[in-house]
């Protein structure tokens, strides 16, 4: 027979889930927010911070899925990184993947929109 979880136990984890759920609407807010207007080095680097913070948030708080979706996020925001789009190339994002619309907003190095 297994013994009944802890009431407090059971608490704490719902008070980890829900910070885990707001860290992923903060991305969504930023993404949301970036859709609307010119990305700039700020802009790129304040959406991966908040990804690294859902990562870190989802491993320490075992939440698998938001753990893999922060994975394949930092991944394409890496390849962003290495790889960002010459300036005068005009940009419609309404077909592609998130990760070929993070490569037509960034920047390239040393220009910060």
């Known amino acids: 027979m ?8 059971e ?3 719902q008070h ?4 885990v759920i707001h860290q992923a609407r903060q991305i969504l807010e930023i993404w ?20 690294l913070r859902l990562l870190r948030f ?4 075992e939440q698998p899925e938001h ?3 922060a994975r394949h996020i930092g991944e394409s925001l890496q390849a962003v990184d290495e790889n960002p789009r010459p300036p005068e190339q005009p940009v419609d994002y309404r077909a592609q993947p998130l990760d ?5 907003h960034r920047p390239a190095p040393g220009r910060s929109t």
């Open 16 to 19: 980890f889930a829900q910070r």
């Open 67 to 69: 753990s893999q979706l």
């Open 11 to 13: 608490r704490l984890k």
């Open 100 to 104: 070929a619309t993070f490569v037509a």
């Open 2 to 9: 297994t013994e009944p979880e802890d009431p407090s136990r």
């Open 58 to 61: 989802a491993e320490r708080f």
């Open 32 to 51: 949301q927010r970036l859709q609307r207007s010119e990305w700039s080095n700020a802009d790129f680097s304040e959406l991966s911070e908040a990804n």
